[in-house]
């Protein structure tokens, strides 16, 4: 298991189309991936519902967990997602 605290870069957080993104990653892998706001209660990352309902916004920290196979590069690949500026665009 490998897992990063971030702090969210883009201006529009984790909502929306950055949102379907991160989720659509999280789903495409065979790897468990949770995704927590803060201390908060982690959630599954692969549904859009659970992700949106933790409404968060530029400037907070998420801890993301990826356990499984290419956990590393996944890993990365859902930090650039949480902090691509043009995802909001």
Known sequence: MVERRVKVES???LHARPA???VQAASASGADVT???GEG???NAKSILSVLG???RHGDDVVIRVEGPDADALLDQ???IV???AAGA
């Open 41 to 43: 209660d982690a959630v």
């Open 54 to 56: 933790l409404d968060v």
């Open 35 to 37: 995704v927590a706001k």
């Open 20 to 22: 379907a993104l991160f």
């Open 78 to 80: 859902l930090v650039g």
């Open 11 to 13: 201006e529009v957080g």
């Open 83 to 85: 902090n691509a500026e």
